[in-house]
T-cell receptor, first 114, second 112 residues
Framework: GAVVSQHPSWVICKSGTSVKIECRSL??????MFWYRQFPKQSLMLMAT?????????EQGVEKDKFLINHASLTLSTLTVTSAHPEDSSFYIC??????????FGPGTRLLVL | GENVEQHPSTLSVQEGDSAVIKCTYS??????FPWYKQELGKGPQLIID?????GEKKDQRIAVTLNKTAKHFSLHITETQPEDSAVYFC???????????FGTGTSLTVIP
């Protein structure tokens, strides 16, 4: 069964609103989770590393004030897309695991901003 | 940071033929190289992986080779079947963390 879940699986929102995406590890405690973004017909791009109990680490070019990450517990990381715009429409995927070989992908969240 | 390049971007083969997808990476600290298959509307699924201390790994019709010196690794699919049609991504993970840097993807079409 799935070891990493995401919620919601897809969401449609109006431009200017904020959207929260949850990533949960189901069978293990995750001190670190990773957030990726995939635009249509493109590759997955690492956005940020979510660290339990401390600030997230963002990749170059990713606005930390726009993509707020909170990792308040060992099983939950949230990504909030603030003031979403159509160009934020994408497939957002989280991963977590205890090693590189055991990184489990969440099923992804498809965001459409109108 | 790490930069992973992948070729070709699209690949069409006849059923039963072999398919080869190649990737290069830039950071010599990378030591783990997974390959993922992604079907339309779904998340990536791990199909095979290789560590930097191994030159080749095989799992039934799928094999991966790694050349650390040249910093490139390849995916080989033999006896392709229509259900192999999907987008394939290579990735590299640097020794210091568990995050992945993905290649640009290869859309594989197996023609029946």
């Amino acid at each position: 069964g799935a070891v990493v879940s995401q919620h919601p699986s897809w969401v449609i929102c109006k431009s200017g609103t904020s959207v929260k995406i949850e990533c949960r590890s189901l069978d293990f405690q995750a001190t670190t989770m990773f957030w990726y973004r995939q635009f249509p017909k493109q590759s997955l791009m690492l956005m940020a590393t979510s660290n339990e109990g401390s600030k997230a680490t963002y990749e170059q070019g990713v606005e930390k004030d726009k993509f707020l990450i909170n990792h308040a517990s060992l099983t939950l990381s949230t990504l909030t897309v603030t003031s979403a715009h159509p160009e934020d429409s994408s497939f957002y995927i989280c991963t977590s695991g205890t090693s590189a070989e055991t990184q489990y992908f969440g099923p992804g969240t498809r965001l459409l901003v109108l | 940071g790490e930069n992973v390049e992948q070729h070709p971007s699209t690949l069409s083969v006849q059923e039963g033929d072999s398919a080869v997808i190649k990737c290069t990476y830039s950071d010599s600290a990378s030591n783990y190289f997974p390959w993922y298959k992604q079907e339309l509307g779904k998340g990536p699924q791990l199909i095979i992986d290789i560590r930097s201390n191994v030159g080749e790994k095989k799992d039934q019709r799928i094999a991966v080779t790694l050349n650390k010196t040249a910093k490139h690794f390849s995916l080989h699919i033999t006896e392709t079947q229509p259900e192999d049609s999907a987008v394939y991504f290579c990735a590299a993970s640097i020794n210091t963390g568990n995050q992945f840097y993905f290649g640009t993807g290869t859309s594989l079409t197996v023609i029946p």
